[in-house]
C-alpha cells in the first residue's frame, strides 16, 4: 500500500483525493498546507487522518511514501526536488514545472534517488483519449486537427474588479495556456509527436497572464491549431481531419463522446459513462509504477516534450 500526503488543498486535491479512495493500491494518510489550522480542518472535510502545518513536516515523516503535488504551479519545481532529496515518489499536477531543462533535470534526480516521478496528466490515462488515439489510423493521412479549451473562469471576475487570484498571477505560472492550453498541446503531442514549427499569438489580460490565445503547430503534412482561453467560454467540439474520415471530440480534456464520420457522410459514435474529467487513470498508472509493474520512461519523456511545445508557444506570442 502506498501511503500518500497531499500538498495544497485545491479543488484539484479534493479530486486527487475522491480518485485515490476509489483505487487500489493507495491510501491517502494525510494533508498538508503552510497553515496548519487550515490543514486540520481540510483533512477533517475529506476524512483524512493526518494533517501537517507545512510541506518539510509531510516529507519528513517516515509514514509517508509518497506525495501529490497540487500547489500553485511556480511551487512546484522546489517542492518536487524536495520530494525526491527526501526519497519519496513524486506526482505532482501539470504543468509539472515551468521549463522542459528544469523536468528533465528532475527526472535525473527521481532516478539517482529510485524513486517514482510523473506529471498529473489526466488525459494521458483517460479511456477517451485511449479511444481517440484506437481511432486516428482510420482517418487516413492526416491533414488538419483542431484541439480547443475554452471555458470562462469565476476568477475573471476578480481580475475585472483590480484583483490578482492565483490563476490569472505571471509570479504564480497561472494563465490560460499553463491552465487550459496544455491539455490541447498535450493531445497534439500525444497523437502527433512533438510539431516541426509554431507560431502563436496571445490575449493579455490586467494581470499580465494570458487570458486567451491560439497557436499553430506544424508536422509534415498535417496543420494542428490549440485554442484556449479563460476568460471565455467554447461550446464546439475539437476534431480531427484524416483524408478519408474526420473524428470529432466533445471535450478534449476527458472525450465521453467521438464520433467519426466518413468521406460519404456515414457516421459512427463512441460514448462512454465514465464521470467528466476523472483522475482515475493517473492515480492508477502511479500506484502501477510505484509497484514497478512499469517504468516511468515514456510518462516523462511526453511531460519532456509537451513542456518545450509550451516553451515554443510563449516565445512565439511574445514576440
Known amino acids: ?45 475529506l476524512g483524512v487522518e493526518g494533517a501537517f502545518g507545512s510541506v518539510e513536516a509531510a516529507l519528513a515523516d517516515p509514514g509517508v511514501d509518497a506525495v501529490y503535488i497540487g500547489s500553485p504551479n511556480s511551487a512546484h519545481g522546489p517542492q518536487v ?28 534526480r527521481s532516478r539517482r534517488a529510485g524513486v517514482v516521478l510523473i506529471e498529473a496528466m489526466r488525459t494521458a490515462y483517460d479511456p477517451g483519449i485511449v479511444a481517440v488515439r484506437d481511432r486516428v489510423p482510420s482517418l487516413g493521412s492526416l491533414r488538419r486537427a483542431s484541439f480547443h479549451y475554452a471555458k470562462r473562469s469565476s476568477r475573471y471576475d476578480a481580475v475585472l474588479a483590480g484583483e490578482t487570484p492565483n490563476i490569472f498571477d505571471p509570479a504564480m505560472g497561472g494563465g490560460a495556456l499553463a491552465d487550459l492550453g496544455v491539455y490541447g498541446v498535450h493531445a497534439a503531442v500525444l497523437l502527433f509527436g512533438e510539431p516541426v514549427r509554431v507560431s502563436a ?22 496543420i494542428v491549431d490549440v485554442g484556449y482561453s479563460k476568460i471565455t467560454t467554447a461550446a464546439r467540439p475539437s476534431e480531427i481531419q484524416g483524408e478519408s474520415a474526420t473524428l470529432l471530440i466533445d471535450h478534449l480534456a476527458s472525450p465521453r463522446r467521438i464520433t467519426r464520420i466518413d468521406a460519404s457522410g456515414a457516421s459512427s459514435e463512441w460514448t462512454s459513462d465514465a464521470a467528466v474529467d476523472t483522475l482515475d487513470g493517473e492515480v492508477a498508472r502511479f500506484v502501477e509504477l510505484v509497484d514497478g509493474a512499469a517504468a516511468p520512461d515514456e510518462d516523462q519523456a511526453r511531460t519532456s516534450a509537451t513542456l518545450r511545445t509550451l516553451e515554443r508557444i510563449r516565445r512565439a506570442a511574445a514576440g
Open 81 to 108: 526536488a524536495a520530494a525526491i532529496a527526501a526519497g519519496k515518489h513524486v506526482l505532482v499536477e501539470k504543468p509539472a514545472v515551468g521549463s522542459a531543462a528544469e523536468w528533465d533535470d528532475l527526472v535525473g
Open 201 to 222: 499569438s496571445a490575449v493579455t489580460i490586467a494581470t499580465g497572464a494570458d487570458g486567451a490565445g491560439l497557436a499553430v503547430l506544424e508536422y509534415p503534412g498535417l
Open 1 to 45: 500500500m502506498i501511503r500518500i500526503a497531499t500538498v495544497g488543498t485545491s479543488v484539484i486535491t479534493d479530486a486527487f483525493i475522491g480518485a485515490a479512495s476509489r483505487t487500489p493500491g493507495i491510501d491517502v494518510v494525510a494533508v498538508s498546507s503552510r497553515d496548519g489550522a487550515r490543514a486540520r480542518a481540510y483533512a477533517d472535510r
